[in-house]
C-alpha cells in the first residue's frame, strides 16, 4: 500500500467550476500537508502548505486537512483554463527527511 | 523561476551507458533532493543531502549515485541504464532539511534507447 494515495483523475471541468481534488495517507506521524502545482514540462511549485487540521484559504484555493480520518483535500473556487496543470499531494513527517508525494490528479479547466 | 538550475535539460544516451545530471540550489538553501518522474509511478523520492551529508534515502537503485559538493550543488550519476530509467529528473532544495517548501528545478529529461 502506498503512504499516499491520490484520486488519479483526469478530471475536466467547464470554466467556473468549483474543483476537489483528494488525497488519503497511511502514516498517522504524518504533520505536514501541502499541494503542489505542476504545468507540463515544468517543475512543480507549492500552491499550499498546512500543519494542522481544518481549512486554510489563499484566494480561490482552500485547503482542507482531516487528520482523524487521514484525509486532504484542494478545492479550487471559480477554476480558470491557467488552473490546467497536475496537481500534487505531499504529506511530510519530521523524521522522515522527505516529502512523499502523491501520483498527481490531472486538471483540464475548458474555456 | 524557482532559482534552482538543472542540467541538461534533455539527454538522449543508449542503454548500458552512463550519465550525469547537475543541480544548483536556491542561494542560501542547504538541502538538495532527487526525485524521479516517470508516467506509471509519479514522483518518487530518491536521496536528499543536506550541507554534503546524506540524510535520506529513497528507492534509489545501486546504479544510481549522488553527492553534494562544499559549494552545494549535486550531481546525481546513473549508470548502466536502462529503457526503464527513461524519466524526468527532478532536483529540489529547501532551506531546512527534511521539511517544508521544495523548490523544483525544470528538470533532466532522460531518454534510454
Known amino acids: 500500500q502506498k503512504e499516499v494515495e491520490q484520486d488519479p483523475g483526469p478530471l475536466s471541468v467547464p470554466e467556473g467550476a468549483i474543483v476537489s481534488l483528494n488525497c488519503t495517507y497511511s502514516n498517522s506521524a504524518f504533520q505536514y500537508f501541502m499541494w503542489y502545482r505542476q504545468y507540463s514540462r515544468k517543475g512543480p511549485e507549492l500552491l499550499m502548505y498546512?500543519?494542522?487540521?481544518g481549512n486554510k484559504e489563499d484566494g480561490r484555493f482552500t485547503a482542507q486537512v482531516d487528520k482523524s480520518s487521514k484525509y486532504i483535500s484542494l478545492f479550487i473556487r471559480d477554476s480558470q483554463p491557467s488552473d490546467s496543470a497536475t496537481y500534487l499531494c505531499?504529506?511530510?513527517?519530521?523524521?522522515?527527511?522527505?516529502?512523499?508525494f502523491g501520483d498527481g490528479t490531472t486538471l483540464t479547466v475548458k474555456p | 523561476d524557482s532559482g534552482v538550475t538543472q542540467t541538461p535539460k534533455h539527454l538522449i544516451t543508449a542503454t548500458g551507458q552512463r550519465v550525469t545530471l547537475r543541480c544548483s540550489p536556491r542561494?542560501?538553501?542547504?538541502?538538495v533532493y532527487w526525485y524521479q518522474q516517470s508516467l506509471d509511478q509519479g514522483l518518487q523520492f530518491l536521496i536528499q543531502y543536506y550541507n554534503g551529508e546524506e540524510r535520506a534515502k529513497g528507492n534509489i537503485l545501486e546504479r544510481f549515485s549522488a553527492q553534494q559538493f562544499p559549494d552545494l550543488h549535486s550531481e546525481l550519476n546513473l549508470s548502466s541504464l536502462e529503457l526503464g530509467d527513461s524519466a524526468l529528473y527532478f532536483c529540489?532544495?529547501?532551506?531546512?532539511?527534511?521539511?517544508?517548501?521544495?523548490?523544483f528545478g525544470e528538470g533532466s529529461r532522460l531518454t534510454v534507447l
Open positions: 542561494s542560501g538553501d542547504l538541502s
Open positions: 498546512t500543519y494542522s487540521s
Open positions: 505531499a504529506i511530510d513527517h519530521t523524521n522522515a527527511g522527505k516529502s512523499t
Open positions: 529540489a532544495s529547501s532551506v531546512a532539511s527534511g521539511i517544508g517548501e521544495l523548490f
